[in-house]
């Protein structure tokens, strides 16, 4: 086991080691959290569940009355990239510092892994899209995709499976860390909560073999989660972005996605921690040590954005063949030209300048303020990339590139419904989980204060983290 | 003759440890005594047998027997249809690499999956003697027997270490 001890100044307060908290108080409180819910996030809840109902009341008349008609779904289809972004990369954001042995995190990986749940929503809205999509052959023509020789429908199987798939790992990840705290509710849990943990925690005792296994499945999970969310995004930006534009060839472009979903990830964490830390007082157990790590790493992803953004551009830019300016044309010069501008100001050049200050990620607020911009941001830069896709009408698509820019699509009313739908739904799955497990991690919680203990370091304080091998 | 087990509690990992290093001096064989604990200590923190797992043989056997088929499957298909591409040799590498390269992937996290399954073992269900403290930061130390000889032993070394309560079952 190695130690490591990290001094701060005795002046500044955000750098002050954690306070030490027994492990009983840990397992009480962070247990309570689950049956303690306020008014206020009642309310929440309930008037996220309505817009949740309302949006799919309206993705059904949508497909009732456009099914027919591919160049309506773009909306749709922006909301399927902004989901998946975010529900996809968060555990994914959690898991990698949890492979790194950092500290930090341990009170981060519940709430990231809790995000999996939400990737129901994406599966839902992808449905009618898949619906949507054209047959690889048409009229004896195969259009341009990354199935050269696939049966027919490879695409439509494909992706579905592949979303599938990752809904199935994030649950499978979020359980195998779970286990000890369905136990933690089996002995101080009541009601349901008590039955529930009885039953998903498989004979839990907590044997030094239990622990080992344990370690080993959230590594396979982790290590497969990333595997396979690396291919969905893959899928989805090539499927239901890329293959709908006659001409758009981008390898960069499907790396673009998975590191701004990485960058969405830890926003929406950001977000979900500050919520949790306000609403059910967890300022004990939820440090600011949180807050600056995630800090550094949302900082890192926003400057990352941008290199990932210019290395695809570049090439088109450069490029300047027809097919070139026709993508550049439709994509950033084109009939989404607002949304583009307001999307990288938002995603990136705000949260650069918000998330540089020291102050700002050693706080909470300013934190949360990028972090809600920078969802924002994506949103827009989701919907300037696979509205003007989609509206590509199917009849051009074995076009060589394109020589009809579309116009721009504006969103229709069932569009708005359902986008507020199916970020609300996706929100209130997330609050839900939090009333059926404890929002932080009761384990991990109880491993961090085993392992950080809050020392006198000569005239300063420090935080002194034991890592074992 | 049934098995039988006993669980002291310690609220001092280093009680813990103690008793831990008591039921060795008395001669309990390795395997027959453990330690439950609410939050994973750092292995070895308890002086507790920790048995060598043998996870890190499976993906390699699978990766060994992935490279050996995709060699075998890529060079007889070739052979079988000998097809001169480009002026390229019939048994090309780099063509064959790629297969290779993902067959030795696959078979790596198939047996990986199958290796983390025969580690883990099936889940116990009926766990034996517990204690709901565990998850409130107590530390247990339980022993098992196969017969009603040695208990009397067990509870003495546990309680010579300073168990709080020592619980039957």
Known sequence: MTSEATAHSHETEHHAPPAQVDADIIAHELIATTTNASKRFKTIAWVLGIFGIIGIIALVLKFLDQGSDSTKWGYVAALVSFLLSITGGAPMVAMAPVMAKANWVRPVTRIASIFSFAGVVTIGMLIPLVAMLPPLVTEGARRRTIWMEAPDYSPHIWSTLGLVLLFITGIMLFYSAAIPDFAAMRNHSTGWRQRLGKRLARGWVGTDSQWRTLRMRIGMFGTFYFLILVFVNFLITSDFGQSMVPGWRDAIYPMYHTVSSFQAGVAGIVIALWAARRQMNLQKYVHMDAFWSLGRLLFALTLLWVYFFYSSFIVFWYGRSANDIA????????????????????????????????????????????????????????????????????????????TVIPETVYPSLLDVLIMIGGISLAAVIVMLMTRVVPVLSVWQVQEFNLLAKPIRYVRGHATLVAKPD | ???????????????????????????????????????????????????????????????????????????????????????????????????????????????????IVFESRLPNMKPGVYDTRITEGWIGVVVTFDDDSKVAEAQNVLNKAGALEIKTA
């Not at chain 1, 607002?338 to 909470?364: D, E, Q, T």
């Not at chain 2, 995709?70 to 690499?97: D, E, H, N, R």
């Open chain 1, 327 to 402: 993508t550049l044309n439709l994509l950033v010069k084109g009939p989404m030209i607002y949304a583009f501008i307001a999307g990288m100001v938002l995603i990136w050049f705000v949260p650069w300048w918000i998330l540089i200050w020291n102050k700002v990620r050693r706080g909470v607020n300013g934190m949360t303020i990028g972090a809600v911009i920078i969802l924002i941001g994506l949103l827009l830069d989701r919907i300037r990339t696979f509205v003007p896709a989609w509206s590509v009408p199917p009849e051009r698509i074995h076009e060589k590139w394109l």
């Open chain 2, 1 to 115: 003759m049934s098995t039988q087990s006993i669980l002291g509690l310690f609220q001092q990992p280093e009680l813990a440890a103690d008793a831990m290093d008591g039921l060795k001096e008395a001669g309990f064989e390795l395997g027959t005594f453990d330690v439950l604990t609410g939050t994973p200590y750092p292995e070895g923190a308890f002086g507790e047998y920790v048995p060598q797992h043998r996870l890190f043989r499976f993906p390699a056997f699978g990766a060994i027997i992935g490279l050996t088929l995709s060699i075998f499957l890529t060079a007889v298909t070739q052979l079988a249809y000998p097809m001169v591409t480009g002026g390229k040799p019939i048994l090309s590498i780099f063509a064959m690499l790629i297969i290779m390269y993902e067959m030795t992937m696959l078979s790596g996290v198939i047996a990986t999956v199958i290796g």
